[in-house]
């Protein structure tokens, strides 16, 4: 009793119980983004039939350093060279940060070597912060859940990179770029972390309850909604109505992706509902005509087809804050800022990308041959296949 009435009496007891709620339901946040830094994204590159190992492996390394260096940078950009405080939010930026140089990596998978990788993590992540900083600094721009700063940057950074190290013979396929039953079946491991986790993702940095609120719900939506026009757009345009398992494996996440410019903005759910819709069918349109255009006319090899879930869909939610805004349904911008944000996005992130491909294309050589794209055999000791037993 005597203990009781001590606590009851503490003027700090409520205080403390407070913080410790609120810190517990900021790291369910900051573990759900991590399971997709190091589950969602490596898993979702495991498709291809002999570079498992890779795809998961370097997804691990270059997340390790991707996060200390995206700590430090963005501290020193947002800090002014001040000291750095380290805490979640820190910590969940780190993520992000990770999160652009996955999506890139996606790009040049299997085609670049692991010390090429960490190099381009160190450039692109520091270009990275540098664009954040413009359009949440200087154009005041809204994207809460990075669709512009994140998927768009990230996938256009890749393809420059891909384009910069594009060598001749891809054009027609390589023999060992495809992937086998259980290959795809680990990669979709990948796709429904992904899937499940995003409305985290999208959420994870609102300002107030009310935006973080809106960012789950209409996140949610967008996924749904994308799913079952994913799942529809392929069997359109699929052979004798097929689906294919590369545009379930990636389109159904394009939802999250599109929406997360508006995803704290009142957009009603029917708002919701029509940019997720919108980009699964962009996302399986663009797997099925134009990836295939980039190959053979911009000379542009994209092994995962980021461009098609990143950002085709980033750019779908760039133009879908400006319609939220024309709309009346958000006054956190203006439709000027939130172009020259995408703009801003866009544009670094190709100069970027072509800078750090020429850089690891002719100053940090490394780059595999042809002939060993897309196996882990030349960076990981891996186990032999079993010879048939002719006997």
């Given at each position: ?105 996606g790009a040049v998978l299997g085609k670049i070597s692991p010390t090429q990788m960490l190099i381009m993590t160190i450039i692109e992540i520091t270009v990275f912060a ?199 349904v958000s006054t956190a911008s203006s439709m000027t800022m939130q172009a020259a944000a995408l703009g801003s996005s866009i544009g670094s992130a190709i100069a970027g ?39």
């Amino acid at each position: 009793m005597k203990q009781s009435r001590m606590l009851s009496s503490s003027p700090t007891a409520p205080t403390q119980q407070k913080w410790t709620d609120l810190l517990s339901y900021i790291l369910v946040i900051f573990q759900d983004v991590h399971v997709m830094i190091f589950v969602g994204f490596g898993f979702l590159m495991t498709f291809l039939k002999k570079y498992g190992f890779s795809s998961v492996g370097i997804n691990l390394l270059i997340a390790a350093l991707g996060l200390q260096w995206g700590t430090f940078v963005q501290g020193m950009v947002h800090r002014h060279g001040q000291t750095i405080y380290i805490g979640i939010k820190n910590m969940i930026n780190a993520d992000f940060s990770t999160a652009t140089v996955l999506i890139s990596f996606g790009a040049v998978l299997g085609k670049i070597s692991p010390t090429q990788m960490l190099i381009m993590t160190i450039i692109e992540i520091t270009v990275f912060a540098g664009n954040e900083y413009v359009v949440g600094e200087i154009f005041q721009a809204s994207d809460i859940g990075a669709s512009m700063t994140i998927h768009a940057f990230g996938a256009y950074f890749g393809l420059a990179v891909a384009g910069a190290l594009y060598r001749t013979g891809l054009r027609k396929g390589h023999e060992k770029e495809e992937s086998e039953y259980h290959s795809d079946l680990f990669a979709m491991i990948g796709t429904l972390f992904l899937w499940m986790f995003w409305p985290s993702f999208n959420s994870a940095i609102a300002e107030t309850a009310e935006e973080q609120y809106l960012a789950i719900i209409n996140t949610y939506l967008s996924l749904v909604a994308c799913v079952l026009t994913a799942f529809a757009m392929s069997s359109l345009v699929g052979h004798r109505g097929k689906l294919d398992m590369v545009h379930i494996q990636n389109a159904t996440l394009a939802g999250g992706v599109a929406v997360g410019t508006c995803a704290d903005m009142k957009i009603h759910p029917y708002g919701s509902l029509i940019i997720g819709s919108i980009a699964g069918m962009v996302s399986v349109l663009g797997f099925r005509f134009l990836t295939p255009c980039l190959t053979a006319k911009l000379r542009i090899h994209d092994t995962c087809g980021v461009h098609n879930l990143h950002g085709l869909p980033g750019v779908v939610g760039g133009l879908s804050s400006i319609v939220a805004i024309l709309l009346g349904v958000s006054t956190a911008s203006s439709m000027t800022m939130q172009a020259a944000a995408l703009g801003s996005s866009i544009g670094s992130a190709i100069a970027g990308g072509l800078i750090t491909g020429l850089i690891l294309r002719f100053i940090v050589r490394g780059q595999p041959s042809k002939d060993n794209f897309f196996d882990d055999s030349v960076y990981w000791e891996v186990p032999k296949e079993k010879e048939l037993d002719n006997v």
